[in-house]
């Protein structure tokens, strides 16, 4: 098989919590319905009383996907959780579970050198690092991947649109040194992770010249010092972006999309204050509670960077094949929302600060909510405009901690 990359210091086991089993509906391949509706399961749990247990996908939502079926729930809760124990783990082993189930929370990308693994913040386990390291699971990640080759054979992520920014392509080569250096900044854990993530924009604006060919590299600021204040674009960007990724209400069809109109709307004629159920707050007004002073905390944000760069889930083939500088500026402003919103969930429950649970609450929303964002044609082009500016980045960075 291919080269596996697995990360260091990346951990994941399941820690039984059962979270992760609400608020998906639990596809299935054919085998997987197969196999799992063989078992007459009411006999085993009588709490499986919930009729039908499983239903056919409809043309439309099986199109382009591996299944067939799906589990039937009508709480959001996978019927087969009880007690926060799967039923068909406990019974039959991890391995006749649905094979959605036994690949998550892990995540691969497939590379021009090599498939790289990472976990989805989406599971409790990936929030809080529990378990062994990835790099210990060698043999596991492996047979996972080659089952997740099975299910996805039509995956083939193209990473020839590979650019640093618009109009200026480099090679896969190329990219691979500048996610070295991004990464060996990331890992000098002795500066705040702030002051990391704004030497990596700084960095990353240096190689500009070379992408286009131009000797001369450009000086780009790399302390928090002297920077201006979040303006009122900014203001609207993280409303927009607030809205979509921790939304008050469920998003209709078509606004998991970015549109240029809707973008420009929101800018001139929108409120820029981030929406909760039943409420609303100013960045100001967020940003007059402190976050928590918790090295835990800062743990999971540095996981959550690296895991990003090193997964490559943040540009070209890993994410909407946006640009390298703009897709790290979204790395930017996931974490100033992450801040801003755990900020928020303090504030619902009238705590004086923040803790590691809203953060990890936080957490998981955006990273489910950032896996079903879709991005191209206009919307792409308006988010690469938007997030383009490393001195947007350097005022998302600076204002919001
Ligand atoms: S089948 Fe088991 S692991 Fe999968 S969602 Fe249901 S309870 Fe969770």
Redesign the pocket.
């Known amino acids: 098989m291919e080269t596996l990359h697995i990360p260091q210091g990346i951990n994941y086991e399941c820690t039984g919590c059962g979270k992760?089993?609400s608020g998906?509906a639990?596809p299935m391949t054919e085998a997987d319905h197969e196999r799992i509706s063989a078992v007459e399961w009411t006999g085993i749990n009588p709490a499986l009383r919930q009729k039908p247990l499983y239903r056919e996908l409809t043309k439309n939502e099986s199109k382009g996907t591996p299944y067939s079926h799906k589990?039937v729930s009508d709480t959001g809760t996978?019927p087969?959780?009880v007690d926060k124990l799967?039923?068909?783990?406990a019974e039959r082993g991890i391995e006749f579970?649905?094979s959605i189930?036994q690949l998550f929370p892990y995540c691969f990308s497939e590379t021009p050198t090599g498939v790289y693994a990472t976990v989805s913040f989406v599971s409790v386990g990936a929030v809080y690092n529990a378990g062994a390291p990835l790099l210990d699971q060698r043999e596991y990640l492996e047979r996972k991947w080659l089952e997740f080759r099975r299910m996805y054979p039509d995956y083939k992520p193209d990473w020839s649109h590979t650019r640093l920014s618009v109009g200026m392509p480099i090679t896969w080569e190329q990219y691979l040194q500048i996610e070295k250096r991004l990464l060996e900044i990331l890992k000098e854990d002795e500066k705040p992770l702030a002051v990391r993530l704004l030497e990596c924009s700084s960095f990353l604006r240096t190689q500009l010249p070379a992408a286009a060919g131009v000797p001369t590299p450009v000086a780009a600021p790399t302390t928090l010092t002297d920077v201006p204040p979040l303006n009122s674009l900014d203001k609207a960007l993280l409303s927009v972006f607030h809205k979509m990724y921790f939304p008050a209400k469920a998003l209709k069809q078509g606004d998991g999309d970015f549109s240029a109109m809707r973008l420009a709307a929101e800018n001139f004629l929108g409120s820029k204050r981030l929406q909760l159920p039943g409420t609303s707050f100013s960045v100001e007004e967020l940003n007059a509670l402190p976050f928590c002073d918790d090295k835990e905390v800062d743990n999971l944000l540095y996981r959550y960077v690296f895991s990003h760069v090193f997964g490559k889930k943040y540009f070209g083939a890993g994410f909407g094949q946006v640009s390298i500088i703009p897709g790290f500026h979204h790395i930017i402003l996931m974490l100033s929302l992450l801040k801003l919103h755990s900020k928020a969930l303090a504030k619902m429950r009238q705590a004086p600060a923040v803790t590691m649970l809203d953060v990890a609450a936080a957490i998981r929303q955006l990273e489910r909510q950032v896996g079903e964002t879709q991005l191209g044609g206009y919307s792409a082009a308006a988010w690469e405009m938007m997030l383009g500016p490393s001195t947007r980045a350097r005022r998302l960075l600076a204002n919001i901690h």
């Open positions: 992760c089993c998906w639990v589990i996978c087969f959780l799967c039923n068909i783990h579970k649905p189930c």
